[in-house]
């Protein structure tokens, strides 16, 4: 069964992805404890301790040799190990993608595929079933856990996928390849009469259904050439080469020497590779994720629940055609019909959200000096600096800076700072400003900078 734990990690908080860090099921450690077992069984029993003086001298000499591999990269695991987790990881992805869900299909076959009588449903329930049908056939030669859900057709037969004459009419079509296609194939046909039977009531519904039966046959048709094509054997046993002989020169050499030979390096003597445990578990333990996701049609902790979704796409598809076809709620008045504006309300726990104000814009709140609000006049125009109507509101503080500037600024906004000679309906009062004294300018423009200055 899939592992999930999305709930615990829906927020981030101190300790919360540690607990994640006790759980067995699906865990690192459950994948690879027995690997880590039978590298500390090399390890151990090569101890100098258990070793002649003579054999120690030896000894010494190759694990000094070895450990000159295991520091440098001589084996590139890193490059290797990060390139192949990162194919596996996306082929992974890619497979999950490409399920076949008959969500799609199933809205459209109910949508388009007309008749409450006996005739109609039939219809409806056929077309469906036979999606189905495909997606079980190419589940059961992929996957292990259906297969042993279906190890035979009858099984099928049982399960209420094809009737008996269906089966023989599926066994009669000989194929050196996969035949999940076939039922498909029977798909378009059907849809075909129910359009010359007037259930389809147009080309247009009809291409419709195509569309959407060939993008569900897609799907079925990536998911046996993912099983078919893999990643190249000789990447992964590269892959595989490079770990596992990476920690056969860590069995040698990353043992504890003796500190009173000076050799470098080798000041203390420790009985338990600490570090080198670590390196085992995090390369070795990389190498287990890509071994576990190249095919999550297995049976391991986190492979797909194959045939809980094989039990979900026929139910809900058949409550979509069949339950629900036709079957809808009286239509009435929602509860704001009468209200132009109106909120939906919080429970206690939310209500707080409701206080914070909805986002407009990175630059709202955008603060701005004197400068920044000054006309740019070209150099051949005469005329005075001008101070554009500022028009809406970047909030509460700058309204009550707006409202003391004794009329130069009437309510406005800064974005909606505007050349004042690209209005041609303002001519007339730009005509009138020109006879406006000077002085009395200029002590508007002294008394803004004031006011700017001091809010600001």
């Not at 690997?35 to 090399?42: D, K, M, R, S, Y």
């Not at 036979?130 to 099984?155: C, D, G, M, Q, W």
């Not at 690209?422 to 009395?440: F, K, L, M, T, Y």
Request: proline letters at 4%; hydrophobic letters at 40%.
């Amino acid at each position: 069964m899939t592992v999930s734990y999305t709930l615990e990690v829906a927020n981030a908080r101190f300790g919360g992805f540690s607990k994640l860090l006790f759980r067995w099921k699906g865990s690192i450690y459950r994948l690879l404890y027995k690997e880590l077992l039978v590298f500390c069984g090399f390890y151990f029993p090569l101890c100098r301790f258990m070793l002649s003086p003579r054999q120690q001298d030896l000894f010494e000499r190759v694990a000094l040799y070895c450990d000159q591999f295991t520091n440098t990269s001589f084996i590139p695991v890193l490059f290797v190990l990060g390139f192949y987790v990162t194919m596996a990881f996306n082929r992974w992805w890619g497979q999950y993608t490409s399920f076949p869900l008959p969500d799609n299909l199933m809205m459209v076959v109910s949508g388009n595929v007309h008749g409450t009588d006996q005739r109609g449903r039939l219809l409806r329930r056929t077309l469906m079933r036979y999606a189905n049908l495909s997606s079980v056939l190419i589940l059961r030669s992929i996957s292990t856990r259906v297969l042993k859900r279906f190890p035979t057709l009858e099984h099928i037969v049982e399960a209420g996928f094809m009737t008996t004459h269906e089966l023989k009419l599926f066994e009669s079509l000989h194929s050196d390849f996969n035949k999940y296609w076939i039922p498909l194939t029977w798909f378009s046909n059907l849809a075909s009469r129910a359009r010359e039977e007037g259930r389809v009531r147009d080309d247009i519904a009809l291409r419709l259904l195509m569309d959407e039966l060939n993008k569900y046959r897609a799907k079925c048709s990536l998911l046996f050439h993912y099983d078919w094509i893999s990643i190249p054997l000789v990447y992964t046993q590269v892959v595989t080469v490079a770990v596992y002989s990476f920690f056969a020169f860590c069995v040698i050499g990353r043992q504890f020497l003796n500190p009173e030979k000076g050799y470098k390096g080798h000041n203390l003597d420790m009985y338990v590779p600490v570090f080198t445990l670590l390196q085992f578990f995090f390369y070795a333990g990389w190498l287990k994720v890509g071994e576990l996701i190249i095919n999550p049609f297995g049976e391991d902790d986190d492979d797909f629940e194959t045939n809980q979704l094989i039990d979900r796409n026929i139910e809900v598809s058949m409550l979509a055609v069949d339950d629900m076809y036709q079957n809808l709620a009286p239509i009435v008045k929602d509860k704001h019909w009468a209200q132009r504006h109106f909120s939906i309300p919080y429970t206690l726990s939310t209500a707080a959200e409701s206080l914070r104000p909805a986002f407009k814009g990175s630059t709202f709140d955008m603060r701005m000096s004197a400068e920044d609000l000054e006309i740019h006049q070209p150099v051949d125009t005469p005329g005075k600096k001008q101070y554009l109507p500022l028009k809406g509101s970047l909030g509460d503080g700058l309204n009550g800076l707006l409202q003391r500037g004794k009329g130069i600024l009437r309510g406005g906004s800064l974005p909606s700072l505007v050349d004042v000679s690209s209005h041609p309906n303002e001519e007339d009062d730009a005509d009138a400003e020109d006879n406006i004294d000077v002085n009395n300018c200029d002590e508007q423009e002294k008394a803004f900078i004031q006011v700017v200055v001091e809010h600001i």
